[in-house]
């Protein structure tokens, strides 16, 4: 059976999450806006077909084309890189898509037990969990992007 | 008298929880992903699949060319198709519960796949009746 961390690592997660997303902004603008797919590719100069391969989810072009594509929906994409090994420790404590979207800062300190204690800033309830052996920020995904890393070992 | 089990999808996380159907100590969807494996289009297509199904359980959009309602007319458990370019996975949704991933086939075996997936289904709604 897959498992999550073989997933998270994977190309195909994050290519069908960017697809998802941009079909979703997509299918939204156009009915929000009641906008056929005729007109919008007319709006955007390329074929119907191609409006269509982005509403089945099977964008893969070009990034001018996909920045291109944002613009004409009045949306502009925000890019992030994060290193791999933080996302799926993220993922692990069910942190991941609320770092990505900024909802929560997330503070992890350490103590001689080797635990980390995990606070939302949403709710303040902590929550300890065992890990050892990789470093984070002590601040992520929120507000307060503190320059300092924990070393756990 | 065959006993079903439900068994959580690791790879799977959100608001909607995807369970695989363990059939007397076997789940097909389970020897499907194993015999997948060695297949490196087919693993890419399962990794796209198992995609899906997090969004789904993330309540996120997706268009009927990836995830479809194959639901016959007058049945009241739903039934769903995931879809990739050559891949197919039949779930059916369980209130209460969740979804539940009992059969994985192929674009070019769904007809004889479909009736399979819905004896499972049926023979295990008709365990949990009992």
Known sequence: MITRKELISSKEYWLVKFQSALYEQVEKYLCENKISKTDFSKKLGVSKGYISQILNGDFDHKISKFIELSLAIEKVPFLKFENLEKCVFLDSIGALDAAQESKISINVSINFT?????????N???ILLKKTGTSFPVNYGGVHLANQFVGLS | MSTFVLKKLE????????????????SQFDDYCEAIKGNRQYYSELLKIFTL?????????????????????????????????????????MEKTGKIVAYGGY??????????FRSYKSRYLKSIQK
């Not at chain 2, 309540?59 to 198709?81: A, C, G, R």
């Open chain 2, 53 to 93: 199904m997090n969004q789904v359980s993330q309540l996120n959009m997706l268009p009927q060319t990836k995830f479809k309602d194959i639901t016959p007319n007058k049945e009241s458990v739903k039934e769903y198709e995931f879809k990739s370019k050559h891949l197919r996975v039949y779930a059916f949704h």
């Open chain 1, 114 to 122: 080797k635990h980390i204690k995990i606070e939302k800033q949403q």
């Open chain 2, 11 to 26: 790879a799977v996380v959100g608001k909607q929880l995807f369970f695989e159907l363990v059939v007397d100590d076997n």
């Open chain 1, 124 to 126: 303040n309830e902590p």
């Open chain 2, 107 to 116: 674009k070019n075996t769904q007809k004889d796949d479909i009736p399979k």
